[in-house]
């Protein structure tokens, strides 16, 4: 089956309504919790925060039905200012379960702008408390944003994550080249990368501004379709003025985070881009064919939490072929949190 049709599930998964998460919901990793449910990670920008140059924590809540969720309190991970790929922001994590007992998150780290980003990872025995790791588990000179972890079929992990070519750019919606790109591992620690890109951005209009995730589902039975859900910003109209976006300016990080932070970083989320979700199929997991828009909000100047953006998915399996996808959405006026939506069950 294809996870070509999606219903939109009403109302926010996760909503800013606290110092924590007050100002950006976004980039949102589902696991399911050991006594039953989920829980839910996410990237939070807000005033309160572990000190003043600090970009963004992740937070978590728990449902038990993968609808209706509750805060957790305090911060799962936070950046590391000891650590200069780590100092500044923590985001897009991936959370993947380590024997019986154990789960390891893989997120984006970010430093200053004039540092690419890189994958870290964190430990944890009980999905709560987690101790980053030493070292980095993926870097390259460019950027590396949105990890996506699975385990395949024969115990190897598997990463997908998005190379951007322009290292000096701290926000992926204004690189205008990226490619998805996988590194696999027998221990979870070790990578080594795969040959060749899986997707590469620039193929058309709708990801003109480039990839910003992508995650990977193997075939459910010997001889299917491995699928690809992937996320993709789409440029401006020709002639737009894009603001530098505060993360870029060095004054922002000397001066610590503010609200005008969180506004800058907005004003160019709603400078006439727009992100959508996207299908890709392959028959071998290595070469892919792109597919239709999966959700896709109606636009500048309409309602809906995704009118404008819906990117950085997640999937949580639900049995039977069905999964649920939940999303960072952004509406016009420029309010980002988590939504969901459902696949419609189909055969092939």
């Known amino acids: 089956m294809l996870f070509e049709h999606w219903l939109r599930e009403p109302g926010p998964r996760i909503t800013g309504s606290r110092g924590l998460d007050l100002w950006k919901v976004q980039a949102p990793g589902i696991v399911r919790r050991p006594e039953g449910g989920w829980r839910l ?44 790929e780590l100092a500044l922001r923590v985001l897009a994590p991936t959370i993947l379960p380590v024997g019986e007992k154990h789960w390891r998150m893989y997120f984006e780290g970010r430093g200053t702008a004039d540092r690419p980003t890189v994958i870290a990872s964190a430990l944890s025995d009980d999905q709560l408390h987690w101790t980053v790791e030493p070292g980095v588990r993926l870097r390259c000179r460019d950027d590396l944003h949105g990890p996506r972890v699975l385990r395949e079929p024969d115990g190897t992990v598997r990463i997908e994550c998005v190379r951007a070519t322009q290292v000096n750019c701290a926000d992926i919606a204004s690189t205008s080249v990226s490619s998805v790109v996988t590194a696999i591992s027998q221990d979870g620690l070790q990578f080594d990368w795969l040959a060749g890109e899986r997707l590469r951005s620039g193929s058309g209009p709708l990801d003109s501004a480039g990839i910003t995730a992508a995650e990977v589902c193997p075939p459910a039975n010997p001889g299917g379709a491995w699928q690809m859900v992937y996320s993709a910003w789409q440029q401006p109209p020709a002639g737009t003025v894009i603001p530098v976006h505060p993360s870029q300016d060095p004054r922002a990080v000397e001066n610590g985070l503010s609200a005008d932070f969180a506004r800058a970083s907005i004003a160019v989320d709603l400078a006439g881009y727009r992100s959508r979700i996207l299908l890709a199929t392959s028959a071998d997991g290595r070469t892919w064919r792109r597919g239709p828009v999966l959700v896709e909000g109606p636009g500048y100047g309409c309602d809906g939490m995704d009118a404008i953006h819906a990117e950085d998915m997640t999937l949580a399996e639900l049995g039977n072929g069905r999964f649920r996808m939940y999303y960072a959405a952004c509406d016009r006026h420029g309010r980002w949190q988590i939504a969901s939506a459902i696949n419609q069950r189909l055969e092939l």
């Open 41 to 84: 990670f996410y990237t939070a920008v807000g005033p309160e925060r572990p000190f003043d140059a600090c970009q963004g924590v992740l937070l978590s809540a728990v449902s038990e039905d993968g609808l209706d969720f509750t805060l957790e309190p305090g911060i799962r991970v936070a950046p590391q200012p000891h650590r200069s």
